[in-house]
DNA sequence: GTCTATACTTTGATAGAC
DNA sequence: GTCTATCAAAGTATAGAC
């Protein structure tokens, strides 16, 4: 999972410079109720309790629940990706993401709910975050997969836009399984990936 | 997505013959209402109201909602897998499920919500179901993958445990990416997943 | 602009009547 | 076995204090 820019639009529209950093400390501390509860019995009003304010004075600076929850899980995934992403390109960043995700209690479990969420037919907030969180991982896996490819330093006999589709799923899905089963090794059996694409040898 | 037993500890112990017929009917018509409206607003009382019974009605055969929805989502998986899994076995048979899971409107959203609810710390009745039903899969197609790099039809430098996890994994993410962008080719970017597995040419 | 107080609606769940 | 009644909790929306 990574994310060079928050975007727009997870929060009310027009708020002042003033409003824009309160809504931030917003975020800052209702990570933490997640980390301390998970995402499960996460209701605004128990985040509104964390933060010793009332439930509606969050709706102030969120249109409803899902954008608050949408924007705790862009701003936890912002907090990191900016230096992880780019110091580990390709297989190796998406390895160190996937088992650095695992360690945060509740947030494979509010991606995933969100994710889940944003499936739905009608326009949530995450429907349009989630996708376009998705095209701009798979563009970027595609282009270094492809660089990889004129490189010589993975197979060519397979698209790189079908590798970087592959490696999304596999990395998401593997999370689920191992916090279902821990004696599964996540970064072992992810690696296992690279290894398939590694150039027929011989 | 597949299960030769739906399993037990589904609805409410204890049910007389009569009873669990008619639990049976509350399943098959309740899939319907996925059909129909998805999985996001389908509260008991919805799907009660479908049945012409009252909300109170269903958790006479279910403890909670999450049990019914459970037992939903794996009456629907055994529907179908009964014959599907064992004509289309490895990849071939995930490729085939993933494509009939997407057509079902409601199906992989109502799979994923249940996922997503199942990693909760607490116990859910869905974190035994699905870590089970991982379990249960991984093992099936670790067995056909043994066979098969025995039999040298796939290269065996890597584990066939990994490579069902990765199966499974890709499967999942797929279907939930191909959702939100239908022009990504869900079957032929799980077909080259069966490529990467070659045994290495030449 | 920021927030509290309050009320409305839906929902999951329980208890007891028939 | 099913219903009605009822409850607590939650998401949402509005009015108004400061």
Excluded: C
Aim: hydrophobic share 45%; aromatic share 6%.
């Amino acid at each position: 999972m990574s994310a060079t820019n928050p975007g727009p639009a997870l929060g009310r529209q027009g708020l002042q410079p003033k409003g824009v950093a309160r809504r931030q400390e917003i975020l800052d501390r209702a990570i933490d109720v997640f980390r301390e509860r998970g995402a499960y019995g996460t209701s605004l009003r128990r985040i509104a309790e964390a933060l010793g304010v009332s439930h509606a004075a969050l709706l102030h600076y969120f249109d409803s629940r899902e954008q608050l929850l949408v924007a705790v899980y862009a701003h936890a995934e912002a907090q990191r990706s900016a230096a992880e992403t780019e110091s580990h390109p390709g297989v190796d960043g998406m390895v160190h993401a996937a088992m650095a995700n695992v360690e945060v209690p509740g947030l494979v479990e509010l991606y995933s709910t969100l994710v889940a969420a944003a499936l739905d037919g009608d326009d949530h907030v995450g429907t349009q975050f989630f996708s376009q969180r998705f095209e701009r991982i798979r563009e970027r896996l595609t282009a270094e997969f492809t660089a990889d490819q004129e490189a010589g330093r993975i197979r060519d006999d397979v698209p790189a836009s079908h590798l970087a589709a592959l490696l999304i799923a596999a990395s998401d899905g593997l999370q689920i399984q191992w916090l279902l089963e821990p004696s599964l090794s996540l970064e072992s059996t992810l690696r296992t990936f690279a290894t398939l694409l590694q150039p027929a040898a011989r």
